[in-house]
Structures are given as structure tokens and as C-alpha cells.
């Protein structure tokens, strides 16, 4: 059974947003994991897009979403949303959420997908005019 479950993606113009959500089963505990997102573009490898970690409330953003793409976290219904504002070209793809094997911070580990083991997934995002 899969712990996590995206949703969220569809075609969206340049410069619009998105917002993406990704539902964590309830026998997870936020507070014991990071939760990050992953793309993977067409003919591109996957990369971290961004982490949040819910017990201290950190977050962590690539370079080429940082000040567009906000993390947050609903406790009470267990879910991390993405929201992606002034999209382009370059964020289409396919993004995921993971969950750490563990508590780890997201400054040193949130972007490395080798330490996330659940994986979703996936929602597509298209960009088109």
C-alpha cells in the first residue's frame, strides 16, 4: 500500500501556479521523517525540488525554485502541498513526494534522494502558452 499519494499536476501557462499536494497515510508520523518533493523533467534526471521538516518546521528549496515554490504542511490532514507560483518552461515534468527513511535535516539531506525510501507516485506538470 502505498504511504504517500500525489495529486495536483495538470497544464498550466507560464507564469501561472499549481498548487500540488501530496497525502501521507495516517500511520505515518510527520515528525519522524522529512518530506520532500522530486521532478523529473523529460530526458532529465530527478532532483530536489524542495524539503520540509515538520517537527521543527524547516524547509529547504533548490536554486531554480527558491522565492517561486512554497512547502508547507496540514498536520491534521497529514499532507504537504507545493505550491508553484510564475512557473516556466523548466518546471514541467513529473514530481514526486518521498518520505526519509528517518529524521534527518533538510540542509544536509532534504535534495538527496538517496535518503528516501517511500516513494509516491508521481503527478505530471505540463507548461504550455
Known amino acids: 500500500q502505498l504511504q504517500l499519494r500525489e495529486s495536483g499536476g495538470g497544464s498550466v501557462p507560464p507564469g501561472g501556479s499549481l498548487r500540488l499536494s501530496c497525502a501521507v497515510a495516517?500511520?505515518?508520523?510527520?515528525?519522524?521523517?522529512?518530506i520532500s518533493w522530486f521532478r523529473q523533467g523529460l530526458g532529465k534526471e530527478r532532483e530536489g525540488v524542495s524539503c520540509?521538516?515538520?517537527?521543527?518546521?524547516?524547509?529547504r528549496y533548490a536554486d531554480s525554485v527558491k522565492g517561486r515554490f512554497t512547502i508547507s504542511v496540514d498536520r491534521a490532514r497529514n499532507t504537504v502541498y507545493l505550491d508553484m507560483n510564475s512557473v516556466n518552461f523548466e518546471d514541467a515534468g513529473v514530481y514526486f513526494c518521498?518520505?526519509?527513511?528517518?529524521?534527518?535535516?533538510?540542509?544536509?539531506?532534504?535534495?538527496?534522494?538517496?535518503?528516501?525510501?517511500?516513494w509516491g507516485q508521481g503527478t505530471r506538470v505540463s507548461v504550455s502558452s
Open positions: 520540509i521538516n515538520s517537527a521543527d518546521g524547516t524547509t
Open positions: 495516517s500511520e505515518v508520523t510527520l515528525d519522524f521523517h522529512l
Open positions: 518521498a518520505k526519509s527513511t528517518r529524521l534527518l535535516t533538510c540542509e544536509f539531506s532534504g535534495l538527496n534522494e538517496s535518503r528516501f525510501a517511500s
